[in-house]
């Protein structure tokens, strides 16, 4: 509290860009903690068969991510998240506007599709393998229908939370549907809609990794559970960090359209 | 983990008008009546395919596993797993999450390290857990403490963020000691918004453990599923299927009217 105080003075002080201490103190924390993982994996405080010094890691990515295997692993991965994260947009939104569009069925339904947040679809998976081989299709599928449930359940909230007068505007100025759906319905609602979609694009990323981490034949999450599998430890951490690379910057961008969404909307 | 079958809108005896009540009752039968649907689907769909086990053999063959006790064991590694998990990963998320929100300058360092955190598929983290803990149950609740912590993490901060501004002067003015104020004041205010992160903490331990048993186990529902899959026994897959879609289901439902209620009242 005493800190948040200070930082409360020095900013009425400064009225600099929000809050600059905190970006600073926050890459202090993150080398940091990068410096004490090199320490203590040189010094051997922390087993190297477990972690890697990080400048070893950023060694073995700088030979890595020249390699052709390495385009088709990352080609592969993205093109399967964005695959995913497509129909979990088509096929989310429509059913989020048809769950606002008819309350009973959102009433009834709801609960099922609140426990898609829960439910195990990646149990299908070695079936999905046995119908469609080992391909991308079954990591397709269950990354979509990890991604739907987010943007379904937004859709519909942020529909339902759009003003009456809104509607009263469309009706008085006797707008069509399409005029109403995409000049009314959509601009008033996509600053809500928003984070369910982000939400949606980071479990397609998730979904994605994760079950390509289980079973693939190609990718960057396959890559790091094979070079597990093979103890190749070095490796397998090279591509923890492209996981963990990949996955901040798509947070990151998500981020950085969301706020120039919802600043249009104030 | 609470698994019991408690129906989610139960009528509420004292409350609402008989209106209200027979609404809520018809919902539970269109409920029921969804559940009833989606397996007269799964029967279709199994006369089709091979690959896919009729609903009645499904369960038979579950019903057998239980008969012969041979499932208690997968049972319990599972939901033991997700429970330590989850409760580490509350023990550690919600004190987290309140000092986050509570503070601003916490709010700017850190904010952005637990959404990129969250966007990073936690899984691939797993190999290195198993080195730690060894293949076993530790392992796999390590996973869901793990992804289940950074969910939770944001939902408190965002419930924290949320609190009426009268509510802080209402506690000085009655000068009460910084515990009351956190037990009399905050968490019956965040109430609601705990409830969302203790819901989807549990879906994500849940899921989390799954996927790693599917990766290694000594004992678990995953593991059983997938080994019932390698023996062929398609049954006994969708039987497991069934029970964890089952335990999703109870567990999220149960949440779910808790938070409904906690909403209503707030």
Redesign the interface.
């Known amino acids: 509290?005493t800190?948040?105080e200070k930082?409360?003075r020095v900013r009425s002080t400064q009225r600099n860009p929000?809050?600059p201490?905190?970006?600073a103190?926050?890459w202090v924390?993150?080398a940091g903690l990068i410096i004490a993982l090199e320490l203590t994996t040189r010094t051997g405080l922390i087993n190297p068969?477990?972690?890697v010094p990080p400048s070893e890691i950023l060694a073995r990515l700088v030979s890595i991510i020249p390699t052709e295997q390495f385009g088709l692993d990352a080609a592969r991965t993205l093109t399967t998240i964005v695959i995913a994260f497509g129909i979990g947009l088509v096929l989310g939104v429509p059913l989020g506007v048809f769950l606002w569009r008819i309350p009973?069925a959102g009433?009834?339904?709801e609960?099922?599709i609140?426990?898609g947040?829960?439910?195990?679809t990646?149990?299908?998976?070695?079936?999905l393998l046995?119908?469609m081989g080992l391909n991308a299709g079954p990591i397709i599928l269950i990354a979509a229908s990890m991604s739907l449930i987010p943007i379904a359940l937004t859709t519909m909230v942020a529909l339902n939370a759009i003003k009456p007068i809104l509607h009263k505007l469309a009706n008085s100025v006797s707008a069509s549907p399409a005029q109403y759906y995409l000049k009314v319905l959509f601009p008033a609602a996509t600053p809500l809609i928003f984070p369910g979609v982000k939400l949606g694009f980071?479990y397609a990323?998730?979904?994605?990794?994760?079950m390509e981490?289980?079973l693939a034949a190609q990718g960057i999450?396959f890559r790091?559970?094979l070079y597990?599998r093979e103890l190749n430890t070095s490796d397998?951490w090279a591509?923890?960090a492209v996981?963990?690379i990949l996955?901040?910057l798509?947070?990151?961008g998500l981020?950085w359209l969301e706020k120039r969404i919802r600043r249009d909307m104030l | 983990m609470s698994t019991d079958l408690t129906s989610?809108s139960t009528p509420q005896i004292t409350a609402h008008a008989g209106a209200t009540r027979s609404r809520k009752l018809k919902?539970n039968l269109?409920?029921a009546a969804?559940l009833v649907a989606l397996v007269l689907i799964w029967a279709l769909l199994s006369s089709m395919?091979d690959?896919?086990a009729s609903p009645t053999a499904s369960v038979t063959a579950l019903g057998k596993r239980f008969a012969d006790g041979s499932i208690y064991r997968h049972l319990d590694a599972t939901l033991q797993a997700v429970a330590i998990g989850f409760l580490i990963a509350a023990t550690i998320g919600f004190p987290l999450g309140y000092a986050i929100g509570?503070?601003?300058?916490?709010g700017?360092?850190?904010d952005?390290?637990v959404?990129?955190a969250?966007?990073?598929?936690r899984?691939?983290?797993?190999?290195?857990l198993l080195?730690?803990f060894g293949v076993g149950v530790g392992a796999q609740a390590a996973m869901a403490a793990l992804a289940a912590v950074f969910p939770i993490i944001v939902s408190t901060t965002a419930g924290v963020r949320a609190i009426n501004a009268l509510l802080p002067k209402l506690a000085r003015s009655l000068s009460l000691s910084p515990l009351q104020t956190v037990f009399k004041i905050y968490i019956p205010a965040m109430a609601p918004s705990l409830m969302v992160g203790i819901?989807?903490g549990?879906?994500?331990a849940?899921?989390n453990v799954?996927?790693a048993e599917?990766?290694a186990a000594r004992a678990g529902l995953?593991l059983l599923?997938?080994r019932a899959?390698g023996m062929l026994d398609?049954p006994t897959?969708y039987g497991?299927?069934v029970l964890?879609?089952a335990i999703?289901?109870a567990?999220?439902?149960a949440l779910?009217a808790v938070e409904r209620r906690l909403g209503e009242k707030a």
């Open positions: 509290m800190v948040a930082t409360r929000p809050l201490r905190a970006t103190v926050r924390i993150l068969t477990l972690v009973a009433r009834i339904l609960p099922f609140v426990t947040y829960a439910m195990p990646l149990l299908f998976y070695p079936v046995a119908a980071i990323v998730i979904g994605t990794v994760a981490f289980i999450g790091a559970g597990y397998m591509y923890i996981v963990i996955s901040v798509v947070n990151s981020t | 989610p919902d269109w409920r969804v395919s690959l896919i509570r503070s601003k300058f916490l700017a360092v850190f952005p390290i959404a990129g969250f966007a990073i598929p899984v691939v983290f797993f190999p290195i080195q730690i819901r989807i549990f879906s994500i849940f899921i799954i996927i599917f990766f995953g599923a997938l899959y398609l897959m497991i299927i964890l879609a999703a289901l567990g999220n439902l779910w």
